[in-house]
C-alpha cells in the first residue's frame, strides 16, 4: 500500500513572514492604481462629452467623498513609491563608484529624491500651462 504524498497548504502563506506580508502590501497597492486610472478615465470620457460634462466632472472631484478619496490613494502612492524604490538595490546589480559599492540607502535615497525632484517640476509645469 502506498503512502499518501504530503500536500502542503498554502492557505495564509503571506501571513507567516513579515516579508511577504509588505510584499503583499505592496502589491495590494496596485489596486489603488486601478481605481485612480478609473477616475482619470472618467475624466477623459468627460471631456469628449463637452465642456459643461467636464466642468461637472471637475466639480465632483471638489466633494468631501472625493477628497478623502485622494488622500487615501495619495497615501497609498507614496507607499508603493517608497517601497519601489526600496526594492530597487536588490534587483540591480551593484553600482560602483570610485571602486566602492553603493549601499543600498544610497540608491534607494536617490530614487526618492529623483522621484520627489520630478513630481515637483511636473506640478510646476502643469500649474504654468493652466495659467
Do not use: C, N
Not at 18 to 28: H, I, L, N, V
Not at 48 to 65: D, I, N, Y
Request: no cysteine.
Amino acid at each position: 500500500m502506498a503512502r499518501r504524498p504530503y500536500v502542503r497548504t498554502m492557505d495564509g502563506w503571506w501571513k507567516r513572514d513579515a516579508f511577504f506580508m509588505r510584499y503583499m502590501a505592496r502589491e495590494a497597492t496596485a489596486i489603488f492604481v486601478v481605481i485612480y486610472a478609473f477616475v482619470l478615465l472618467a475624466g477623459v470620457v468627460q471631456l469628449a462629452r463637452g465642456e459643461a460634462a467636464f466642468a461637472a466632472w471637475v466639480a465632483a472631484l471638489h466633494s468631501p467623498a472625493s477628497i478623502a478619496m485622494h488622500v487615501v490613494l495619495l497615501a497609498a502612492f507614496i507607499y508603493h513609491t517608497y517601497t519601489w524604490f526600496e526594492i530597487m538595490p536588490k534587483t540591480m546589480p551593484p553600482i560602483v563608484v570610485a571602486g566602492r559599492k553603493l549601499s543600498p540607502g544610497v540608491i534607494t535615497g536617490a530614487g526618492l529624491a529623483a522621484s520627489a525632484v520630478l513630481s515637483i517640476a511636473l506640478l510646476l509645469v502643469v500649474r504654468a500651462l493652466a495659467s
